[in-house]
């Protein structure tokens, strides 16, 4: 056998793949399977971003470009930044990357080295522990749970830094709560962050998808003094359904976007030149597409949510965003994997356990599904729950 490197062995492979991938492989033999494990919209992308991207390649947009973007591409996006967020970014203080995931990867690579700590919250986003030790930094998980929605305090956060620290992830709303901030929380956090002077990297990639009047406060927005210890993390996968398109951004400090663009320029260099006409088109365009999907989401979750919590065993708190829902299973007595591939095997529905967050007590289903598939999903994981309690 070959000797990889060390870093290999330390990192997982994405829990989340390789239950969806064996979803697919059941579909695949004509099992009917219900699958809640999708963190992607089930939208098409809308029709005019898509037309775009088509102008674009036909104009003969298929050359190499920019490392750090198109320059069309990047002003929009700082013109987004400051009209949307409240945020003063200069284009030049903007990269596009591939995706918003390859900003985080970007991001760490950049500025986590080894004795640098990172702050995460638990349940998180399972890239993001993984990301720090492939950089040979230490991800801090600090636990938080549904009596508090799934939030970090500031008390928790204080408590957890050290001379070591060196960053604090904060993602709302968050995949896999759902969770959104509040104006005042997010208030209280960057007073932390700038008291014990770390830096912050908001992922702010799913800042469009809201229910209930909930309101999505940019960090960086707070002010001169958390500005200046602000990076922005966002992308085009989400609110605009174009997960396969791969584009997302990083705004942030000179020096820092400059790094990342020397790391892009000698790994993926530039992001799929006639793609970011899309993205262009994206957000110059109409903004209704947003609220067309987000009005679908709203109601699957009215639904999925009233199912869910009626089940005996499963407590589930509502989340104003996103398009997940996290119930607790610990009254089943189930661990979260054992949960996930036994309602997989004999009920057919796909599920993610909640381990792979950091959070063994809960599983997350994703409501980017069909309203009749969420009907008859949840009559078969209501029977499964049954049958163990
Ligand atoms: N951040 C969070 C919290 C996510 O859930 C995802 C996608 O699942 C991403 C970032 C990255 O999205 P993409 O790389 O598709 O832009």
């Avoid at 029709?47 to 920019?66: F, M, S, W």
């Avoid at 492939?134 to 009596?147: F, Q, W, Y």
């Avoid at 602000?230 to 790094?259: C, E, Q, V």
């Amino acid at each position: 056998t070959m000797k990889l490197a060390q870093r290999v062995s330390q990192v997982t492979p994405s829990i989340t793949l390789a239950i969806a991938a064996k979803a697919k492989a059941m579909k695949a033999e004509g099992i009917d399977v219900c699958s809640f494990s999708a963190g992607e919209p089930d939208f098409d992308t809308p029709a005019h971003i898509k037309a775009a991207a088509v102008k674009a390649l036909e104009d003969g947009k298929t050359k190499y470009g920019a490392a750090s973007g198109e320059p069309g591409l990047r002003d929009a996006i700082a013109r987004k930044l400051s009209f949307e967020n409240n945020l003063d970014f200069k284009p030049e203080n903007i990269i596009v990357t591939n995706g918003g995931k390859h900003s985080l990867y970007n991001l760490i690579l950049a500025l986590i080295e080894p004795g640098d700590e990172v702050i995460i919250p638990a349940p998180y986003w399972l890239s993001y522990p993984e990301m720090v030790t492939l950089a040979g930094g230490k991800s801090v998980i600090v636990h938080t749970d549904a009596a508090n929605d799934y939030k970090i305090t500031p008390q928790q956060l204080r408590a957890s830094i050290t001379p070591n620290t060196k960053l604090f992830i904060l993602n709302s709303p968050s995949n896999p709560t759902g969770m959104v901030y509040t104006p005042e929380e997010i208030k209280a956090i960057a007073d932390v962050i700038v008291e014990k002077d770390i830096l912050v990297v908001s992922d702010e990639i799913y800042e469009k998808i809201l229910y209930d009047g909930a309101k999505h406060v940019s960090i960086g927005s707070l002010g001169a003094e958390i500005f200046a210890r602000t990076i922005i993390s966002n992308g085009f996968a989400k609110g605009y359904s174009m997960t396969g398109w791969r584009i997302g951004y990083l705004a942030g400090p000179d020096d820092l976007i400059k790094a990342t663009i020397t790391i892009q320029s000698h790994s993926t260099s530039n992001v799929c030149t006639f793609a970011q006409y899309g993205a262009i088109a994206a957000l110059d365009g109409d903004q209704n597409c947003i609220e067309e999907m987000r009005l679908a989401f709203a109601k699957r979750r009215e639904v999925m949510y009233d199912r869910l919590n009626a089940i005996p065993g499963l407590n589930c708190p509502k989340p104003d965003g996103a398009f997940y829902l996290l119930p607790d299973i610990k009254k089943t007595g189930l661990k979260s994997l054992d949960f996930c591939n036994k309602l997989l095997e004999q009920h057919q529905v796909a599920v993610i356990p909640g381990i792979a967050f950091g959070a063994d007590d809960t599983v997350r289903l994703s409501y980017a599904t069909d309203m009749a598939t969420i009907e008859k999903g949840m009559d078969r994981l209501e029977k499964f729950v049954r049958s163990k309690i």
